[in-house]
């Protein structure tokens, strides 16, 4: 097959949860920061860690790293309590992740959350055994766009990045995948295509891991 190893962003990829992150950044830089945000600009705003999204409205030297900690397991705390009742995967995905484990595909989670979260999804849903990497906020200097976080996974699985096909749901993570020189399926769980349009190596377009289309990637 084409492709050596999958690489998976998390949220909005694995689990549709990214409007549970919106709305629990909302409470915290409106209601506890006063930031006086909109809910577009907060959504504009939340990619990356957590304490960069605090550096980019407030400024770096507003919070000190234990500050910015605080906040942030505040923000996951919040976020957390109101998802739980709706934790589940993206539609297929549970079949898909069986299938290219039945193949023995090598797999790997690539995202900007923090292992609390990270730990929250894998257990809850038991998919932990699918994955041989897990790279996470922590495991990295540089968060998306930058290409770090899927070099680093593809090093993990011991794959040439050229191998590995990335499955992404925002622009910016879809950028970081081509600059670690990665093909990219798009999950449209926020984004649709027109999003995209400055990605050169999106392979696909799926709504979830129903899509037919994924068919060609086995």
């Known amino acids: ?29 409106n209601d506890e920061l006063n930031a006086g945000l909109s809910r577009e600009e907060v959504g504009r705003q939340m ?5 960069e999204v605090l ?11 234990a500050e910015k900690e ?11 309590e109101a998802y739980l009742p709706h934790l ?23 995202t900007a959350a923090i292992p609390f979260n990270v730990d929250f999804v894998v257990d809850r849903l038991n998919i932990r055994h699918y ?3 897990i790279v996470t906020a922590d495991d990295v200097t540089n968060s998306k766009p930058d290409p770090e976080t899927f070099l680093t996974c593809a ?15 925002v622009p910016k993570g879809a950028e970081a995948a081509e600059n670690a020189g990665m093909d990219t399926v ?14 050169s190596r999106i392979r696909l377009y799926a709504p979830d891991f129903t899509d037919k289309g994924l068919e060609t990637l086995f």
């Open 55 to 65: 550096d980019r409205i407030f400024g770096s030297g507003k919070f000190s790293d």
């Open 47 to 51: 990619y990356g860690k957590n304490g």
């Open 155 to 169: 090093g993990a699985l011991n794959r040439a990045p050229s191998d590995c096909l990335v499955f992404e749901d």
């Open 186 to 199: 798009i999950i449209t769980t926020g984004h649709q295509p027109e999003a995209f349009e400055k990605q």
């Open 70 to 80: 605080t906040l942030s397991l505040r923000k996951e705390q919040i976020y957390q």
């Open 131 to 133: 994955f041989q990497a």
């Open 88 to 110: 589940r995967l993206v539609p297929g995905l549970e079949a898909f992740l069986a299938r290219a484990a039945a193949r023995k595909i090598p797999m790997a989670i690539g």
């Open 1 to 29: 097959m084409r492709y050596k190893a999958f690489i998976f962003d998390l949220n909005g990829t694995i689990i549709d949860d990214m409007a549970f992150h919106s709305e629990a950044w909302f409470r915290i830089l």
